[in-house]
């Protein structure tokens, strides 16, 4: 077997590629069909997918990935595929949809001091992504962080980040006054006391298989990202850096706030998706060609075992 070969198409092959994404939508098709009414698991696929879909774009608008590859979205089909529990999580797919978006407009602020529309964009999808899911508002820290990684963090971005807060919220009580009902601007207010509660860990044995299986294929990644891989672009290098450093914030709050692990987890798998996507592509060592197999049969046998359990 020409191991290089086979990594080559791993990369490139759309054939593969549109297997993936068909295999993936023939498993929620299948899940759908006793439940064609169900509003829930149609909106899920068809986020989810788009969410694939928009990974691809980010990577070949930004170059984020120097080889030409469909791995982004492949692995992140491949991740949520893998277990029935992401197939009816709106909360969660809309978060990661809003996740994503933000993405583009924090890529689109490096080395640009006047991106405050940028800023105030990804507070306004931040917000009212939290309105379904608030753990949303955890993530505005990080994306401070992410200006300032990229360069453009001075007080009118930060300003303009929380003018996004403000401007969802003076729309949802402007709505309460228009219709006489205040109970609706309160209750959509952030409760902190439920942000705040820390929940126990209950995650069955494949999920901690699963997860343990990820956290080795990260370290690798961070070992090459931080030891090996200085000769990258200083643009690919902020990226991914931040990037590889979002998965240690969304794994740490996710520990603290794992009552809504489904959701966690299909937003923890964005950021991944990207790292996995680069280490397997950027890579001529034959040992890392072996572990991209490994990793493939890795999801599809942990797939197979999920969706025949269910």
Same mark, same amino acid.
């Given at each position: 077997? /020409?191991?290089?070969?086979?990594?080559?198409?791993?990369?490139? #092959?759309?054939?593969?590629?549109?297997?993936?994404? %068909?295999?993936?939508? $023939?498993?929620?098709l299948y899940y759908i069909y006793d439940q064609a009414d169900n509003l829930v698991l149609w909106g899920c696929l068809l986020?989810? $997918?788009v969410i694939a879909f928009f990974l691809l774009q980010l990577d070949h608008i930004f170059n984020i990935i120097q080889v030409r590859t469909f791995?982004?979205?492949?692995?992140?089909?491949?991740?949520?595929? #893998?277990?029935?529990?992401?197939? /009816?999580?709106?909360?969660?797919?809309?978060?990661?949809l809003c996740l994503v978006s933000c993405y583009y407009f924090l890529f689109r602020t490096y080395q640009n001091p006047k991106? @405050?529309?940028?800023?105030? /964009?990804?507070?306004?999808?931040?917000?009212?992504?939290?309105?379904?899911?608030?753990?949303?508002?955890?993530?505005?820290?990080?994306?401070w962080i992410?200006?300032?990684?990229? @360069?453009?963090f001075n007080g009118r971005v930060f300003f303009a980040n929380l003018i996004g807060f403000v401007i969802v919220y003076m729309f949802i009580f402007t709505w309460s006054l228009f219709?006489?009902?205040? /109970? &609706? %601007?309160? #209750?959509?207010?952030? @409760?902190?006391?439920?942000?705040?509660?820390?929940?126990?860990?209950?995650?069955?044995?494949?999920?901690?298989?699963?997860?343990? %299986?990820?956290?080795?294929?990260?370290?690798?990644?961070?070992?090459?990202? %931080?030891f090996f891989n200085i000769s990258e672009r200083v643009w690919t290098v902020s990226v991914l850096t931040y990037l590889y450093f979002s998965v240690l914030f969304i794994l740490a709050v996710h520990f603290l706030h794992s009552e809504s692990k489904?959701?966690?987890?299909?937003?923890?798998?964005?950021?991944?998706?990207?790292?996995?996507?680069?280490?397997?592509?950027?890579t001529n060592n034959r040992g890392i060609y072996f572990l991209l197999l490994l990793f493939?049969?890795?999801? &599809?046998g942990i797939g197979i075992v999920q969706n025949a359990g269910s």
């Open positions: 077997m /020409n191991i290089k070969k086979v990594h080559k198409q791993f990369l490139t #092959s759309k054939l593969l590629f549109f297997t993936i994404v %068909f295999v993936f939508i $023939a498993i929620r986020m989810q $997918a791995l982004p979205a492949t692995f992140y089909l491949l991740f949520i595929g #893998s277990n029935p529990v992401f197939y /009816n999580d709106l909360r969660g797919s809309i978060a990661a991106s @405050q529309v940028y800023a105030m /964009n990804i507070s306004i999808l931040l917000v009212t992504g939290s309105l379904f899911w608030m753990p949303l508002l955890f993530f505005f820290p990080l994306f992410g200006f300032y990684r990229f @360069q453009c219709q006489g009902d205040k /109970n &609706i %601007f309160l #209750s959509l207010l952030p @409760q902190f006391d439920e942000l705040l509660t820390v929940y126990t860990m209950n995650f069955s044995v494949l999920e901690w298989i699963t997860l343990g %299986f990820v956290l080795f294929i990260y370290i690798v990644i961070g070992i090459f990202l %931080f489904s959701s966690w987890e299909l937003v923890f798998y964005l950021p991944i998706a990207f790292l996995t996507g680069h280490f397997f592509s950027r493939f049969l890795f999801f &599809i």
